[in-house]
């Protein structure tokens, strides 16, 4: 079966601090996908990474960065120097079926403060 | 590019009364999935579409939920009788094709309330 666990339900930081977002997921396939999406209060899930389970490189976007471990099935999500405007849910998603079904963690409310 | 298109934004019904939500995907998308998002909770994939053919439905309470794509392109989603537990936003996302691992597009949902 898979499975995606977000154990941090909220997290409430101060602008500017760094913040990171856990997530572990379950699959007994070789071949899967791992999202993170963004959902602001207009509700539109926002796209933000993928990775795929053969490429364990860590990603940096911008104040955005991304740890994969294969080792431990998480995949962490990074938000350095944090703005208000990254308030929101974020969810991360897992792809490991042939017809592309995302399965969603419980999503993680991330509250940014001035 | 437009995105995904969903209509309408909010609808309030009575229990037992039916509903119809109305998606067009992104030009071009082959897949198109309906994903129910209750409060707190991530979404949940309802049913799948590749073209106008289902891929995946093994969540859809079909006692109650329909959907349909005629033509491959928009798709509306359907619930007769609608039951408190059925409060939810529902999520369009459409993507190029259905293999594994596509980025899916969504729409900002239409959020339902059943009284």
């Known amino acids: 079966a898979q499975k995606v666990t977000q154990a941090q339900t909220e997290i409430s930081v101060v602008e500017k601090e760094d913040v990171t977002l856990d997530c572990v997921y379950e699959?007994?396939?070789?071949?899967?996908?791992l999202f993170w999406y963004k959902q602001p209060p207009s509700g539109e899930l926002v796209f933000l990474i993928r990775?795929?389970?053969?490429?364990?490189q860590n990603e940096i976007s911008g104040r955005y960065s991304w740890n994969f471990q294969k080792s431990t099935s998480s995949f962490n999500f990074t938000i350095t120097a944090s703005q208000v405007v990254d308030s929101a849910v974020y969810f991360c998603?897992?792809?490991?079926?042939?017809?592309?079904?995302?399965?969603f963690g419980q999503g993680t409310t991330l509250q940014v403060k001035p | 590019e437009a995105g995904v298109a969903q209509s309408p934004r909010y609808k309030i019904i009575e229990k037992r009364q039916s509903v119809a939500f109305w998606c067009n995907p992104i030009?071009?998308?082959?897949?198109l999935y309906w994903y129910q998002q209750i409060l707190g909770q991530g979404p949940k994939l309802l049913i799948q579409?590749?073209?106008?053919?289902?891929?995946?439905d093994s969540q859809l309470p079909k006692d109650r939920f329909s959907a349909e794509r005629l033509k491959g392109v928009d798709s509306t989603l359907k619930i007769q009788p609608a039951k408190l537990e059925d409060s939810a936003v529902y999520l369009c996302?459409?993507?190029?094709?259905?293999?594994?691992?596509?980025?899916?597009?969504f729409g900002q949902g239409t959020r339902l309330t059943v009284v």
């Open positions: 030009s071009g998308h082959a897949t």
């Open positions: 990775r795929n389970s053969f490429d364990e």
């Open positions: 699959t007994r396939d070789t071949t899967y996908y």
């Open positions: 998603a897992l792809s490991s079926s042939n017809t592309g079904k995302l399965i």
């Open positions: 996302a459409s993507s190029l094709a259905s293999q594994i691992g596509p980025e899916a597009f």
């Open positions: 579409f590749q073209n106008n053919g289902v891929v995946d």
